[in-house]
């Protein structure tokens, strides 16, 4: 248990980075579908439902292919839980409207199984991923590309939004 400010900040360090992001994806995806199964009391219809889950991670996958294509082509890491290991700040293509295009994909993906699933229950876990992906990932990662790029990459979070 917890029981100071100073121990829950701790471990809230702790967290940083610690969880790679394809991991939690998949403990989520997991996470949707027991509840699903566990709470049909909260299924719910969806016109097009297989359409629209699977066009949603579809473009998801894509839009996670389109950022490592260009963490590849600038010859940088795509390890997300080294970004001090950054040799390039990458700009271009996808980067030009979302600064995390992977985890956005990350969350279509998840989004597209919270449609396949037709579940309320699915669905909340969609936010609980973002709050969590900001905080112990994305938040960290900025920090990191702040000391190694400074001023760049504060001109660049000043014209590219975080998610979209």
Same mark, same amino acid.
């Given at each position: 248990m ?9 471990f809230?360090? $702790?967290?940083e980075?610690r ?11 997991? %996470? ?12 719910f219809? !969806?016109p *097009?439902?297989?359409? $629209?889950?699977?066009i949603?991670?579809i473009? +998801?996958i894509?839009?996670?292919?389109l950022?490592?294509?260009?963490f /590849?082509?600038? /010859? ?5 839980? @080294?970004?001090q ?9 996808? &980067?030009? +409207?979302?600064?995390?295009?992977? &985890? %956005?994909?990350?969350?279509? !993906?998840?989004? +597209?199984s919270?449609i396949?699933?037709a ?7 969609l936010?609980?991923?973002?709050? $969590?992906m900001?905080?112990?990932?994305? @938040? ?8 190694? *790029?400074g001023?760049?990459? @504060?001109? &660049?979070?000043a ?6």
């Open positions: 917890l029981d100071s400010p100073m121990q829950t900040q701790s809230a360090r $702790f967290l980075l969880i790679p992001p394809v991991v939690l994806v998949v403990l989520v995806t997991v %996470l949707m579908w027991a509840g699903a199964a566990h709470v049909p009391q909260f299924n219809q !969806i *097009f439902q297989l359409f $629209f889950g699977w949603t991670g473009l +998801g894509v839009a996670c292919v950022g490592v294509l260009e /590849k082509r600038a /010859k940088t890491t795509v390890n997300p839980t @080294k970004p290991s950054s040799s390039a700040l990458v700009k271009s293509g996808i &980067y030009r +409207g979302t600064r995390n295009p992977m &985890y %956005l994909g990350f969350l279509m !993906i998840l989004a +597209g919270a396949l699933t579940n309320f229950a699915a669905f909340l876990t936010p609980a991923f973002v709050l $969590f900001n905080q112990f990932q994305i @938040k960290p990662e900025e920090r990191a590309l702040n000391v190694i *790029f001023d760049e990459f @504060k001109a &660049y979070c014209t590219v939004r975080r998610w979209i």
